[in-house]
């Protein structure tokens, strides 16, 4: 009986070992920030503990070009720099309660709780500021280009999917030299619809609603139509 009980307490011991990561695990070595994957573990536990906070999303437009001319190793002094500004200046902004995540490649995420909103917007503000500065690196003077997003969650987005969707994205919208706000980015890329894509062509579907448009091809050289693409549309009133 002793053997099966210390065999039982050996088995928890492994399980506990197995889900209670290490601080390094946790910590992206070149930032000192937590990794994507707690990133994306904390928001999903979010869902669905129904907990409600504001995603500060900063992103350095440029940092892939930074990473070409400076190459890999220098790149990672650079995004070593660039985290403890971002540190500086959300400790100068007084955001209390807040976890620092770096996602790769320039991407840093500042998760906050509901009560920090009245702040968030200066404190974006400072950080885009802040890096806009520039750095003085290896006796030159590197222009950082930044995009700083808001986000509430789960007011503006509330779903796990629909977020890495809406991260993927803000890495394509160009610098703007100004906050940004996710509730408006998702109103000019038609966010609404590409996130209900698959439920809009399945009604589409059952619906009958897709019509078959034929354009003809026309060869100069054989001076004929000589063959069709077939364009498919969709007729909605919405």
Not at 43 to 62: C, D, E, H, P, Q
Request: charged content about 30%; aromatic content about 10%; hydrophobic content about 40%.
């Amino acid at each position: 009986r002793k053997s099966m009980e210390m065999f039982a307490c050996s088995i928890c011991y492994l399980y506990i070992g197995m889900i209670v990561m290490r601080p390094e695990e946790m910590t992206d070595s070149d930032t000192g920030f937590m990794k994507t994957d707690i990133y994306a573990e904390r928001l999903k536990r979010s869902r669905i503990n129904k907990a409600t906070g504001s995603v500060l999303m900063i992103n350095i437009s440029n940092y892939r070009a930074l990473q070409h001319s400076l190459g890999y190793k220098a790149s990672l002094e650079l995004l070593s720099l660039i985290s403890d500004r971002i540190l500086v200046s959300v400790i100068r902004s007084r955001l209390r309660g807040y976890d620092l995540y770096h996602l790769g490649e320039g991407k840093f995420r500042i998760i906050v709780g509901n009560g920090e909103r009245p702040i968030l917007l200066q404190s974006a503000k400072e950080i885009q500021k802040d890096l806009s500065e520039g750095f003085l690196f290896r006796n030159a003077e590197i222009s950082i280009l930044t995009n700083v997003c808001i986000l509430h969650w789960p007011d503006d987005i509330g779903d796990f999917d629909n977020l890495m969707l809406f991260e993927s994205q803000l890495e394509e919208i160009p610098f703007r030299g100004e906050v940004l706000f996710a509730k408006e980015l998702m109103k000019e890329s038609n966010f609404d619809i590409i996130k209900s894509i698959d439920s809009i062509m399945e009604k589409a579907l059952k619906d009958h609603t897709f019509e078959v448009y034929y354009q003809p091809i026309y060869s100069v050289k054989e001076k004929k139509f000589t063959t069709a693409e077939a364009l498919l549309r969709l007729k909605t009133e919405e």
